[in-house]
């Protein structure tokens, strides 16, 4: 059978060249060779940039402000063989102090700066993008996240066997926003009803009131399911003492990110004077800041984060920083879709000493606007087996979107 380029090449990035599939190649190894040879040729030749807005149920609230939606931002990178990649940004204002008008400004200004680059040169690209826009990392993240989608089609593999395929599921917590303890505990029974094992919830408000929250949600579930806390930044140096050792009966398993971002000292501080171990969360958004934090033995674990690293190749460089300093991560993740909650699955499922997720940012949302990708199933996460991200988007969803 003679198949053209484009038909090969379609059939690779449908995965059906991968050996469990097609047991004898149905076309001759000499073209097969020459269509790999092209695919090492391959050169962007379009980039698409829409906005990606998903409303939400409800309000999410933490210590340092409120978002109402996602306002996300969607990348799609095609290539001159007509393989393509997908990417999200998802700003999450109070934390990166990036917008949705800041995103597609950022990822406009890199638009034409990659055209007829080799998109598997992300080592190169990333640092060019990081250097323009740095202050945009989620537009960061949207590039870096299509040009890994690319990398996996290209090689016919799912991301997460290219990157390290450690395991292939896991375990998810779900999030409980900030709101009254009462309010707090029916939410957390919601997500045990769900079938979810692991629970995270937001405090960081007032100490006495946050150790109300911690101790009746405690109480409603049981003393056998993890139960991690999250003050955003909220706390003074002494407030995070106060309040840390007197939960110390509730079984915290980490609180991350007591105090404010910029105060590695206090956050050192705390941790020291801390019954329960401290996660850094928004004191580490780039490798260089892990760096920091474990020269200052300033915290117990890190909280990775695409959206704050600018993508997968700095979050997979602060995973393997962590590593060789017996750090273990959690991957966490803003508001986003199931696109950039797919890519951060990807992450986990690589690392070894990623050994936490908190990949719940699309519950509140009214809609799913992705085909395909990872799976939840009672707060187990499992991953796709297609190559690259194993996730589109709806076309129908797309349309009613603003190409920019
Ligand atoms: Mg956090």
Redesign the pocket.
């Known amino acids: 059978m003679k198949i053209t380029r484009q038909q090969f090449l379609k059939y690779f990035s449908l995965g059906l060249a991968s050996t469990t599939v097609i047991k004898k190649p149905s076309w001759p190894a000499g073209k097969m060779a020459d269509a790999r040879q092209e695919i090492k040729k391959m050169k962007i030749k379009k980039i698409e940039i829409s906005t990606f807005d998903v409303p939400l149920t409800s309000p999410f609230r933490i210590a340092i402000g409120t978002m109402h939606a996602a306002n996300d931002v969607l990348v799609k990178i095609t290539t001159d063989s007509g393989l393509y990649g997908i990417g999200e940004a998802c700003p999450f204002p109070p934390i990166t102090g990036e917008t949705q008008a800041s995103n597609i400004a950022a990822a406009r200004a890199i638009r034409e700066l990659l055209k007829d680059k080799d998109p598997l040169a992300i080592e190169g690209l990333i640092e060019q993008i990081g250097n323009i826009v740095h202050s945009n990392p989620s537009t960061v993240a949207a590039y870096d996240m299509a040009l890994y989608d690319l990398l996996g089609k290209a090689a016919g593999l799912p991301l997460y066997k290219l990157l390290g395929g450690y395991r292939s599921s896991f375990e998810t917590d779900m999030t409980t926003g900030l709101n009254t303890p009462e309010k707090m505990v029916e939410s957390v029974k919601d997500s045990l009803a769900l079938g979810y094992r692991q629970i995270k919830i937001k405090v960081g408000e007032d100490p006495d009131l946050d150790v109300r929250r911690v101790q009746m949600v405690r109480e409603a579930i049981g003393p056998d399911i993890p139960l991690r806390i999250?003050a955003?930044q909220g706390w003074s140096v002494p407030q995070a003492i106060f309040a840390l050792r007197r939960m110390e009966p509730f079984k915290v398993q980490f609180a991350?990110?007591p105090v404010l971002a910029s105060d590695i000292s206090g956050l050192k501080a705390v941790r020291e004077q801390s019954p329960v171990p401290i996660m850094a969360?928004?004191s580490l958004f780039l490798p260089s800041d892990s760096i920091k934090l474990i020269k200052e033995e300033a915290c117990a674990y890190f909280?990775i984060k695409l959206m704050k690293a600018g993508g997968l190749l700095n979050s997979l460089k602060i995973a393997h920083i962590a590593a060789a300093a017996n750090i273990q991560c959690m991957v966490?993740c803003m508001i986003e879709t199931r696109l950039a909650l797919t890519a951060a699955a990807h992450l986990v499922a690589s690392q070894k000493n990623i050994i936490f997720a908190d990949l719940d940012g699309n519950s509140e949302h009214q809609l799913d606007p992705v085909i395909g990708g990872m799976k939840v199933e009672k707060g187990t996460i499992y991953l796709p087996e297609a190559p690259g991200l194993g996730c589109d988007v709806d076309p129908a969803f797309l349309k009613k979107m603003q190409a920019v």
């Open positions: 999250d955003n991350e990110q969360d928004e909280n966490g």
